[in-house]
């Protein structure tokens, strides 16, 4: 009972990190202001409902649930991995085409 | 009660997919619609284990989000690569 507490709080981090990510892809004036939440929000988003979700699946402990559990714990390994690459990649090749940052 | 929690949680996070959604149709460059692209898919791997935990079968539905995550990667690095150094987009 105090694992799902535990685990509804996490999950429901997560979802305000994946709010504030996507409301400043919106609302942000230029492509490398918003580069900013969408790399670094959705990162931290996934992180906190995976762990929500570890926390969850790691009630009942057997062996198929703790193999489960590994495979979401090296989904979050690859995230962090993959999303600071693929934020590095595109904004790299935006500035080599010729992209100017916003000015006021 | 926690099925309910996460069945809502998926309704919730698919409301919120659709704010990228208008940057990659009305991005005004590429690379806005690419990073829109980014962040829904990194949404959708997410997405796919709270499916996973509705269905109430996660080992089968972990290993589609581990490949969604690969297959996204992968897309976004061959996109970018391909608007390397090319001009007046």
Redesign the interface.
Known sequence: MILDIVCIIFVLGGLLFFTGGSVGIIRLPDFYTRMHPAGKLDSMGSLMVIIGLFVYIMETPNLLNALTGLKIVLIAVFMYLSSPTATHCIVDAAMRSGLKPWEK | ??WD?FLY?SI??SL??L??M??VVFG??V??R???V??IG??T??LL??IG?IYER??MF??I??AY??LN?IA??AT??Y???????
């Open positions: 009660m926690m929690f949680c919730y996070l919120i997919m704010l990228p208008y940057r005004p460059t690379f806005d690419l990073m829109g980014n962040a990194s949404k791997v997410v284990l709270l935990f996660p080992d972990v290993d989000a581990l995550a690969l990667f976004v690095i970018s690569r608007f390397y150094k090319r001009r007046r987009l």
